[in-house]
């Protein structure tokens, strides 16, 4: 079964949505899995993970209940605050859904959990899934990741580049850097949405970012990923997913598996 392991899901209010999905017509809609569900189908993708696009609890519980009546949801990545004085507590009480895999923050210099918190998440087989910014600080995101070997970590949206030209040396250094520790896996998504041309962009733009992942993480570390639907905003998703293919035909066929569910399924215990 391949897998999407990044989507979102949410119910558009232009009062309350964040500010990236009022400033684009195309997200200012309802993005729910009877929107997605005809666009996996055709593309042979046989199930997704839901991530939280927002940091609010009430999301987590939202993709959450979506999985009880969508079997196309394999599993959610969720958002609590994992910093604060009741994180126990909120993990404990998320746990009882059963389809959370994991929980995402969004990296700063107070956003690392307390280790009574990492037990839990190691306790429960929890992802821990870093939104890196260009702010953020893959120095002290290594260092966390040394103090918690046994912790999966998964990288975000591939450390979140500008794609607008050739990789930034920045970057390729924090990837490396972050890649350098093997319990950290990277999603192969968002590099549409990092500042392309939606009408000039060609799948040659991003073969130097995906040479560069490849090398860093090797294929057995590498997850298929859209990024749904803010993929919308540069591209179709069939465009997405015939560009990985056609990039990864210089791999061996295991490998393409692997990366296009394999690796996911084993990740999130699908």
Request: include cysteine; glycine fraction near 8%.
């Amino acid at each position: 079964m391949k897998i999407d392991a990044a989507v979102h899901f949410w119910k558009y209010e232009k009062s309350s949505a964040p500010q990236g999905i009022k400033n684009n017509k195309i997200l200012q809609q309802h993005y729910l899995p009877e929107q997605l569900s005809p666009t996996l189908d055709r593309n042979g993708i046989g199930g997704c993970m839901a991530v939280a696009f927002v940091n609010e609890e009430v999301e987590t519980r939202f993709l959450s209940e979506l999985t009880k009546t969508h079997q196309l949801i394999k599993g959610v990545i969720g958002w609590t605050d994992l910093h604060g004085p009741q994180s126990i507590e909120k993990i404990k009480e998320l746990h009882q859904y059963g389809t959370i895999k994991g929980f995402r923050i969004q990296v700063d210099e107070n956003s690392w959990p307390t280790p009574p918190v990492m037990e839990w998440l190691k306790e429960y087989g929890y992802t821990l899934e870093l939104d890196f910014r260009p702010q953020s600080d893959p120095r002290a995101g290594a260092r966390f990741m040394e103090a918690n070997p046994e912790q999966i970590f998964v990288l975000e949206n591939a450390g979140n580049p500008a794609t607008q030209g050739a990789p930034e040396k920045k970057w390729e250094q924090d990837v490396r850097l972050l890649a350098s520790h093997p319990q950290i896996h990277c999603k192969v998504c968002g590099l549409l949405s990092g500042g392309l041309d939606p009408k000039s962009w060609k799948p040659a733009d991003l073969y130097p970012y995906l040479d560069i992942l490849l090398d860093a993480f090797g294929m057995e570390r590498l997850l298929f990923a859209s990024d749904w639907p803010l993929i919308l905003v540069a591209g179709m998703y069939v465009q997405w997913k015939s560009l990985l293919e056609k990039y990864l035909e210089k791999v061996l066929q295991e490998d393409r598996e692997k990366f296009f569910g394999e690796n996911a399924r084993n990740l999130y215990r699908i």
